[in-house]
């Protein structure tokens, strides 16, 4: 089964770079004017990466143990976290033209936000990365966040250089920067706050990665870079 899995797997991901490169060329070169970044590629491939990928890897993160790359008490806030960002993209993929400047913000903080986590997991998943690769069928999903964070900048160059939106003073200006930080800040804090009703702690996104088992970041990890 590996055979025709393995060339397969690895096809889809050379298939998603170059798709990426693509039409980052192509829009750049039409200054954002048309919609290839709404190309029927992007959507298939973003939708397996951002969203497929991530809702099986939450399904069955702890089916493998004893490792497993979250906390069971505290996973609820990544889920939490990828949902918003996941949201985020979609949004910005198909209205960031129709939306206000503020808006865009709004989403351009939740693409950051998923880059963020996305380039957090990948480095909390280096020692299986290769596992993702040679057994698809079992953990496809640890070679997400690496991809989907592609995907996710690319959403966000796309949303920064859209034409109606770079002409707003606040977003082409070099204030815009601290603004968007700030936004960003914010948006990790509320999501904490709305969780602490549950009984999670203020900062339960650190406990999903150190009290995991047998990942990176986990407490008493066995990998050492």
Same mark, same amino acid.
Request: aromatic share 16%; with cysteine.
């Given at each position: ?11 889809? @991901?050379?298939l ?5 490169i693509? *039409?980052?060329?192509?829009?750049? +070169? ?8 709404l190309?029927?590629?992007?959507i298939i491939l973003g ?8 809702l099986?890897?939450?399904?069955r ?6 490792d497993?790359?979250f906390s069971?008490?505290h996973?609820?806030v990544?889920?939490?976290l990828v ?9 910005s ?5 129709q939306?206000?400047?503020?808006v *865009?913000?709004?989403l351009?903080a939740g693409l950051? +936000?998923?880059?963020?986590l ?5 480095i ?5 990365l290769?596992c993702?690769? @040679? ?7 640890l070679l997400?966040?690496?991809m ?26 070099q *204030?815009?920067?601290?603004i968007?930080v700030?936004f960003?800040?914010a948006?990790?804090i ?14 339960s996104?650190e406990?999903?990665?150190t009290?995991s088992?047998?990942f ?5 990890s066995?990998? *050492?870079?």
């Open positions: 089964m590996f055979i025709l899995v393995g060339p397969i797997y690895l096809s889809i @991901l050379v998603t770079i170059i798709t990426i693509k *039409n980052w060329k192509k829009s750049t +070169q039409s200054e954002f004017r048309n919609d290839n970044e190309s029927e590629w992007i939708g397996l990466f951002t969203t497929l990928a991530p099986i890897g939450f399904i993160y702890d089916a493998y143990g004893p497993i790359p069971k008490n996973v609820q990544i889920e939490l949902i918003v960002s996941a949201i985020c993209y979609w949004v993929k198909f209205y960031k033209k939306l206000s400047p503020i *865009n913000i709004l351009r950051i +936000q998923g880059i963020i996305d380039f957090i997991v990948t909390h998943f280096t020692n299986y290769g993702g690769l @040679l057994v698809p069928f079992m953990g496809f999903e997400a966040p690496p989907a964070m592609l995907f996710l900048l690319y959403e966000l160059h796309c949303n920064f250089r859209t034409p109606k939106l770079t002409a707003e003073p606040i977003l082409s200006s *204030n815009y920067i601290p968007q700030g960003v800040i948006l990790v509320v999501e904490q706050l709305m969780l602490l009703p549950m009984g999670f702690h203020w900062n996104i406990l999903a990665f009290q088992k047998g990176v970041f986990s407490m008493h066995r990998f *050492n870079f």
